[in-house]
Every structure is written in C-alpha cells, then in structure tokens.
C-alpha cells in the first residue's frame, strides 16, 4: 500500500500571497496525482489530476508540479475563498486508492 | 453539470446494517466507475470501495471487506452500499464519488471528478 504524507499538517499565510503545500508518496506513482480543496461542509472538488493538470474551471492560481515521490500544490495570491484544507491522492497503484492527511491552509 | 446526492446514514448500534444510496442527476451515470470515500469526525479522507461502470467488478479496503458491498443500479441512476456488522470505528461521513474517465476499465488509473456532499453514519450503543 502506499502512504501519502503531507506537509505542513497546518500552513498560515497571508491573502494575496503565495502558498506551498507538499506531498510525498511512500513509491514511485509516476505523475498519477490528484490534489483536492475541501471547503467545512462541503464535497472535496478536484483540483489538480496527473500532478499538473487543472481540472475544469480550476483559476490559474493554482498549479501542480511533480513526479515519482515528490509532488508540490501552489497558490498564488492567495484569496479568501482558498483557505481551506487540501489533500493529494495517488492513483497509480491501487487498490487501495490512498489520499495524505492533509493540509489546513488558514489566514495570516 | 452532473450532481451525486448521498442518502441513507443515521445512528444504528454495533452489529447492524446500513444501506447507502447515491443519486445521479443526468444521463451519463452509465459509464463511469463510482466510489464511496468516507471521513471520520475531524479526520481525512479514505477511499473505501470502487465499482465498475457496468457493475463487473469490484474492488474494497481490507478493513470493510466480506462486511460491506457496493452496487448499482445504472437504470435508476443509483450507487448504494451496504454495510453490514457495524463498527464504532465506521462512523463517519460518507460520500459517492464519480472516476474522471468514462468507460475506464483494465488497468484504469483515474482520480475522482464529481463528489457527493455525503451521508453521515454513527455507530455507537
């Protein structure tokens, strides 16, 4: 099975500037990542596929980078509507599909 | 724009069944994989089961296997799950979720496009 880690657990930063989340795979999983932005009370809404890739209507803001273990989510200029908690999850080798912990991005 | 509507979770003893049901709104429920994730009270995510868009296969986490069983029915548009000999530690919010890639079979590697707000079942005496 391979286990997602997620860094930091909780990421303070200020509206309007610029957010870096990590996630590392415990193997290689290629460029088979997702990353998701869950909102309290609300679904997780795919943000990020194939490590990169935006997912439809996803602002340019957010950016995916990575491949084989080590994978980054980046925010620029931070609004009010991205704090929220954010998780990565690979599908490469499965079952089972496995998602990090997450990461609570809260305002500075 | 496609929309999934848990329904079915409530408060039941340790021991007892549950079903769950996913609703689909549209027509292309069809052809994709669906998915039950579930997150426990103030946790993370965790992937469940999976189910073939033409009900072929199946696939389930170790912890609820010979517990739990994922179906579907593609005429009524309807994911359901049962879940039976609840845990304390199956309590949680349960959502459907849909594959990103229609007719993804052998081999299929996809993350999850469409998800349901979730049904909350709690186990306890």
């Known amino acids: 099975e391979i286990v997602m880690t997620q860094s930091p657990a909780t990421l303070s930063v200020s509206p309007g500037e610029r957010a870096t989340l990590s996630c590392r795979a415990s193997?290689?999983?290629?460029?088979?990542l997702a990353w998701y932005q869950q909102k309290p009370g609300q679904a997780p809404r795919l943000l990020i596929y194939?490590?990169?890739i935006r997912a439809i209507g996803i602002p340019a803001r957010f950016s995916g980078s990575g491949s084989g273990t080590e994978f980054t989510l980046t925010i620029t200029s931070l609004q009010s509507e991205d704090f929220a908690v954010y998780y990565c999850?690979?599908?490469?080798?499965?079952?089972?599909?496995?998602f990090g912990q997450g990461t609570k991005l809260e305002i500075k | 724009q496609v929309q999934l509507v848990e329904s079915g979770g409530g408060v039941v003893q340790p021991g007892t069944s549950l079903t769950l049901s996913c609703e689909a709104s549209?027509?292309?429920?069809?052809?994709?994989?669906m998915h039950w994730v579930r997150q426990a009270p103030g946790k993370g995510l965790e992937w469940v089961a999976v189910?073939?868009?033409?009900?072929?296969?199946?696939y389930y986490v170790d912890s609820v296997k010979g517990r739990f069983t994922i179906s579907r029915d593609n005429s009524k548009n309807t994911l359901f799950f049962q879940m039976n000999s609840l845990r304390a530690e199956d309590t949680a919010l349960y959502h459907c979720?849909?594959?990103?890639?229609?007719?993804?079979?052998?081999?299929?590697?996809?993350?999850?496009?469409?998800w349901g707000q979730g049904t909350m079942v709690t186990v306890s005496s």
């Open positions: 193997q290689s999983i290629g460029s088979l």
């Open positions: 194939a490590a990169s």
């Open positions: 999850q690979q599908y490469n080798n499965w079952p089972p599909y496995s």
């Open positions: 189910i073939w868009y033409d009900g072929s296969k199946k």
């Open positions: 979720a849909r594959d990103a890639l229609a007719y993804c079979d052998d081999d299929c590697r996809a993350a999850f496009d469409i």
């Open positions: 549209g027509s292309t429920f069809s052809k994709y994989n």
